[in-house]
């Protein structure tokens, strides 16, 4: 009887010892899942008030918008949206793994749509100045460009460089709330300003109507539209770029980490050629047309 049970209890002992042994293994098993889940989910040290961390936790990235050929507008053939920095946005959304919603603005209301947080980054072509530089943050930059004038082709013989510009008898047209405002302003100090609103090109109409005598914009901008309106258009030295100058996108100050992120994007979009390669594709079509 004692043997019996001696026997039988050794038995239960195995018995326990090996229900041990597997319960033992299944919970070193759990526990190196749960590591992992940890691990996976460990906090990335993005500020929780980041714009950055707002767009990972709702899938989208906002992006507001100004027209201005070739850099950010609406195709005249599918009235979908292209251009060089539309590429680019939409190259960031795929890296960050989310959709990019798009918002049209004025140019006067471009950066005061952005500090009051309509969207998250500006992603036209947008020139620094000083002004902008004092309310809004310059990310990158991605790209540097100058200006050149828009005269008509019965003024082509009064203008010979950016010297003749600084007369009370020069009257230009501009963009109201664009870069050139600012810049004639303070480089053409004695010149006066006439100002449009809407789509940048519209204010070259007033130059063409005669009602002015310089359309100043961004050098490759003025080129095409000189190629599209040879009829009229007409480029003051055209070989002498003036004010080049940062040409990129901007956040709203006092977010540090957005900031940083786009920093590096703007370096990495410029170094592994992507900016070069979408500005020869869209310079290339334009002289297509």
């Known amino acids: 009887m004692s043997e019996k049970f001696e026997s039988s209890r050794r038995d239960m002992m195995k018995l326990a010892l090996g229900a041990g ?21 460990l906090e990335s040290g993005i500020d929780e008030d980041s714009v950055l961390a707002r767009i990972k936790k709702d899938n989208v990235l906002r992006v507001g918008y100004s027209q201005t050929v070739p850099w950010f507008q609406k195709s005249a053939k599918t009235g979908e949206l292209i251009g060089i920095y539309y ?20 140019w006067a209301n471009a950066t005061v749509g952005l500090r009051r947080g309509d969207y998250d980054v500006f992603g036209s072509s947008l020139f620094y100045t000083m002004p902008r530089a004092l ?12 200006r050149l004038a828009v005269v008509h082709k019965d003024n082509a013989g009064r203008f010979k460089s950016a010297a003749d510009f600084n007369s009370p008898d020069v009257t230009f047209s501009v963009n109201v709330g664009s870069s050139e405002e600012n810049w004639v302003k303070t480089t053409f100090p004695e010149a006066k300003i006439i100002t449009t609103s809407g789509n940048i090109t519209l204010a ?15 050098d490759l901008d003025a080129q095409i539209f000189a190629a599209k309106n040879s009829s009229w258009a007409y ?9 080049m100058t940062a040409n990129t996108w ?6 540090s980490a957005w900031k940083f992120f786009l920093d590096m ?17 869209y310079l290339s079509e334009l002289q297509k047309t």
């Open 135 to 146: 309310v809004v943050n310059y990310i990158g930059p991605m790209w540097h460009k100058g």
């Open 204 to 218: 070259a109409e007033p130059v063409r109507a005669g009602k002015a005598d310089i359309w100043a914009t961004g």
């Open 265 to 281: 994007w703007a370096d990495h979009m410029v170094a592994s050629g992507f900016m070069k390669e979408r500005y020869q594709h």
């Open 87 to 106: 590429d680019v946005c939409q190259e960031l959304a795929k890296a960050l793994e989310v959709e990019a919603e798009y918002q049209e603005v004025d």
């Open 235 to 243: 480029i003051v030295d055209e070989e002498n770029i003036i004010g």
């Open 250 to 255: 901007a956040i709203r100050y006092g977010d």
């Open 21 to 41: 042994g597997v319960a033992a293994a299944g919970l070193a098993s759990t526990t190196a899942g749960v590591k992992q889940a940890y691990a996976q989910l």
